[in-house]
């Protein structure tokens, strides 16, 4: 079992930046691939990016790609989420997700453990 918390998440205008964070606990978070998904007011959840449990394959959606940056530092057991060039569109509640597949999973159900989630507001 693995435990995971998210942080870091607000209110911030368009244009701006945040750094969510994910701290996992229960075990070390080196042995699960790690993603991000995002959910927005009336509308179902969507994978944001991913990463597998040795720091490499980042894989992002289209919409977030070239702005957002996944990383991890299993040291600390965390993996983290900078979001840069926020917009409107970016507003959802953020969940961190682990698994324990081979490299970097993109659908929901291949997670098996989730966060509480975080909320990001982007004000236009």
């Known amino acids: 079992q693995v435990q995971l918390v998210e942080s870091g998440g607000g209110l911030v205008q368009a244009g701006g930046s945040l750094r969510l964070s994910c701290a996992a606990s229960g075990r070390t978070v080196s042995n699960y691939g790690m993603g991000w998904f995002r959910q927005a007011p009336g509308k179902e959840r969507e994978f944001v990016a991913g990463?597998?449990?040795?720091?490499?394959?980042?894989t992002y959606a289209d919409s977030v790609k070239g702005r957002f940056i996944i990383s991890r530092v299993n040291a600390k057991n965390t993996v983290n989420l900078q979001m840069n060039s926020l917009n409107a569109d970016d507003t959802a509640v953020y969940y961190c997700?682990?698994?324990?597949?081979?490299?970097?999973?993109?659908?929901?159900?291949?997670?098996?453990?989730w966060g509480q989630g975080t909320h990001v507001t982007v004000s236009s």
């Open positions: 990463i597998s449990w040795s720091g490499g394959s980042p």
């Open positions: 997700a682990a698994h324990t597949y081979w490299g970097t999973r993109l659908l929901e159900y291949e997670y098996a453990y």
